[in-house]
């Protein structure tokens, strides 16, 4: 068992790792991201920025942000391309002319269809390239030169087979497959004798090196020669050995130091003439494919390489480089220590070092080391088995103390602090690190820790709680404070203490304290809220800068003034592999480096600003592009294409907003697609950050078309139908209402016939009832008449009696008369009967009476007999006994009764009285 575990360490730390280098960041683009062939023979840049490449059957062109893929009329195989102006020249199979680009698509012109520029020549005859000088377009192939002035082509045949032509210092150069080089001259081929090494060899490149005036010759297995007309001899560099091996097939200068050489085997080479310095980008790292077919430039001098089966962009002036180790060996970095080309990183798999382009496990170091901290030649390093001290060559344990995340000097105190599973350790010498005292007031696992005063120290758990620690000189706890708990803050999770400017800051549930020592409490930082909530973590680099992680995207802070300028460091240089909660930023030789998974990226610190990019804004509506100010439909999506001419660092991180609202929204993938968009006019802005605020720099208007259903013929459908409704409903209305009125005057004419029915009903019934009230009154009045008549009657019959009794007595003279006398008076009515008489009369014409005397309120109770004996249709003659009067006495109360009632004389009484 023992044996099997030496050899897996020996192994282990033996083995060479891939991707030793640190290289500048490669973006690779393979056949799904264009949707094309696998050779990319030819590629360049257009005066539009785009990039194009000829990939065997297609022809593409890249801006940054999608892939447009086109095919020559006759589907042949496209070998080369050339940017002049607005045209890319293209040269394929016994065919060559230009694209173009109309209304956002690339159109093909032929320049040699129906010319014959191609009869009597070579059946095989392919366009391998294209090149410009004095003003005419050359377009070779390996047997002869098509040259073009704009009106006519003439071809120029080669004095014997060639592989490519090139332009240096506006010569054009000739290489032939065996006879070395040739120099035209007008339409002349002179054979360069001086250079004999090129001879039987096929030459794969040339290229001028402007600072020294030198001639680069690449040739196919030979390595390269350097020199001048005068002579060639070869490259006197150790990488030339190499590439002697590994089939050169391109080369192009990226600037005077600096030389980019493609192989067959093992991809790219980038080599810096005057120190021999080089690095190897290859399949083994980050290049997808080791056979570079081409090499172009773009506006920043980073490289775009042709593949055998692929693109690649190779930003080799980022000030950003990227040491990854895609075996997963390495494991996360969690520290890491710099000086110059040597490197010593803290990983979850162990300790590692990086020299002489090798990465090598260092033995006895397997297990979860957290932290490194430098002390002269030698390493402190906080490993999960103790603490431990490497010099270069031993690694030795010299503390127990295990799990060390942290390690500082105190600035205060003489002495250094060390943030452990069980709590914070001290070491007065830290050269005796076997020597330490443990803080005893807290034995919980702590991650962070910071000073700024003596005999005081802070530290947070590493789960929850911010703690303050004081001591003594013994380093004996005096005092110890759960500072979170003691303000009442419950959701300490994760705090995160920063220290900036002598100031300690604590970041606790997305916000900012600082502690007043004077009221021993907490104080919310105005600055710092203001402008650094909801990150995810932050990491001093310096008195004046620091680091922070939010929304997973890391920002250079640095303090000018009174404010803080951001510099985002772009997310696909560490997009998936940072350490959340655990990163952190180291500084040397002018590098800032930040620990990412499997490796870790450096930011030159002498970088200043981004070059300024132009921004080109191209809008497509149903696949066509749109003009700024057009009209689109309503409804359908708007695809914007936010094009920068710059596809590496300086490429600018972009904001847009719709109509001057809302937020500003990043914009992903150089594309915004806008849906659901209102009717109306829209205005499209894109805006960059400087750090200080955001500032325009694009901006494109458009028109959505009202929806069809508020088009103006759809208006105008809607102001008929809604007329015609309106028409319809008002001549319903109109039949309704008729209908109603005839119905209701129908209704009214039932109602009055028989309202008449039943007021003539009811006029009969009150007919009848007056009828009948008359005939009783009459009755009653009758009654009354005949009731005095019978009163009269038998009073006089009963006085006459009396009288002829008296007369037939015996009685005589004043005897007699005062007999008759007496019979007379005694017969005579009593007064008492006479008022019963006459109440008895009120009483049976009681509402006669009542209404007669309600209208005519002067009558007197006499007047009112007289009316009640008139309405009894009595005689004056036949009244006067009654009332006691005289006839004409009867006739003088009737004529004043008349009077009193306005009666004409003409009108009867008894009539009056009856109507009533």
Known sequence: MKVRVLLTLLLF???????????????????????????????????????????????????????????????????????????????????????????????????????????????????????????????????????????????????????????????????????????????????????????????????????????????????????NENGIAAWDS??????????????????????????????????????????????????????????????????WLGLDNGIAHIEVNSPISVFQDNSGVLGSVYSLSASGDYYLFATNHGLFEYKNNNLRAIPG???????????????????????????????????????????????????????????????????????????????????????NKPGEIWAADNYRGLYRITYDSDFNTIRFADISK?????????????????????????????????????????????????????????DNRFLVIKDRLLYLITREAERFVWQLLPEKYYEGKL????????????????????????????????????????????????????????????????????????????????????????????????????????DFKVYYNNGREYVETASFDFIVARPWYFSGWMILVYIIVVSTVFFLYYRWNKVRYLQKIRLHEEELKHQKEILEVEMDAENKLRQQEHEKHMLEMEVQNKASEVAGKSLSIAKHSEMIESIQEVLESKAEGDDLKSKIRKIIKTSSLSKNEWQSFEKNLFKSHEEFVDKLSHLYPSLTPKDIKLSIYLKMNLSSKEIAPLMNISYRGVELHRYRLRKKLDIDKEESLYRFMINL
């Open 13 to 227: 730390t033996t083995i060479k790792l891939a991707a030793q280098d640190l290289l500048p960041f490669v973006e690779n683009f393979t056949k799904s991201d264009y949707n094309g062939d696998n050779q990319v023979w030819s590629s360049c840049q257009g005066d539009d920025n785009a990039l194009y490449f000829a990939n065997n059957h297609y022809f593409l062109r890249y801006n940054g942000v999608k892939w447009e893929k086109y095919s020559l009329p006759n589907k042949t195989i496209i070998r080369s391309i050339y940017p002049d102006g607005d045209r890319i020249y293209c040269g394929s199979y016994r065919e060559f002319g230009y694209w173009q680009r109309v209304d956002g698509k690339m159109k093909y012109v032929s320049l040699s269809k129906g010319k014959d520029v191609f009869a009597g020549g070579w059946d095989n005859e392919e366009i391998w390239k294209i090149f410009k000088h004095n003003d005419k377009l050359y377009f070779q192939s390996f047997n002869a030169l098509y040259v073009s002035d704009g009106k006519t082509i003439e071809r120029l045949k080669f004095p014997s087979l060639v592989s490519y032509c090139y332009v240096l210092n506006d010569t054009v150069y000739v290489a032939s497959v065996q006879n070395g080089v040739y120099r035209m001259e007008g339409e002349q081929f002179v054979h360069l004798e001086n250079w004999p090494e090129l001879n039987l060899n096929v030459i794969h490149g040339m290229g001028l090196n402007k600072a020294s005036g030198k001639i680069y010759v690449f040739t196919k297995n030979k390595g390269v020669f350097t020199g």
């Open 238 to 303: 150790p990488l030339n050995n190499l590439l002697k091996q590994n089939v050169i097939l391109c080369a192009k200068f990226i600037d005077d130091n600096r030389l980019a050489i493609g192989t067959a085997l093992k991809g790219i080479y980038v080599v810096n003439v005057n120190t021999g310095e080089y690095y190897n980008i290859n399949r083994q790292n980050t290049l997808k494919n080791n056979a570079v077919l081409s090499i172009t430039l773009d506006r920043e001098n980073d490289l």
């Open 486 to 542: 003691e303000n009442n803050i419950n959701n300490d999770y994760a705090v995160k203490i920063f220290s900036f400017r002598d100031e300690i800051l604590f970041y606790i549930d997305n916000t900012w304290y600082t502690y007043n020592s004077i009221t021993a409490k907490l104080e919310q930082s105005a600055v710092f809220n203001a402008s650094f909530r909801d990150i995810s973590d932050v990491s001093a680099i310096d």
């Open 579 to 682: 350490i959340m909660e655990d990163t952190r930023v180291f500084k040397d030789a002018g590098k800032l480096f930040i620990n990412l998974d499997d490796g870790f990226l450096t930011f030159n610190d002498a970088y200043t600003n981004k070059k300024s990019a132009t921004v080109l804004l191209e809008s497509f509506y149903n696949d066509k592009l749109l003009a700024s100010g057009a009209k689109v439909k309503y409804n359908l999506p708007v695809e914007i294409n936010v094009v920068a001419d710059y596809y590496g660092y300086s490429k600018p991180d972009l904001f847009y907003r719709l109509n001057d609202s809302g937020d500003y929204i990043p914009v992903k993938n150089g594309s915004v697609i806008l849906n659901n968009l209102s009717s109306g006019s829209q």
């Open 365 to 451: 170091s397997q297990d979860q080391v957290w932290d490194i901290y430098r002390h002269g030649d030698e390493y402190i390093i906080g490993h999960n088995g103790g603490t431990f001290v490497y010099n270069g060559t031993s690694f030795i344990k010299k503390s127990p103390i295990n799990g060390g995340w942290r390690f500082i000097k105190s600035d205060y105190d003489n002495a250094y602090f060390q943030a452990n599973y069980a709590g914070l350790a001290v070491y007065r010498d830290i050269d005796n690190l076997s020597h330490y005292k443990r803080i005893d007031s807290l034995s919980k696992p702590l991650k962070n820790m910071a000073q």
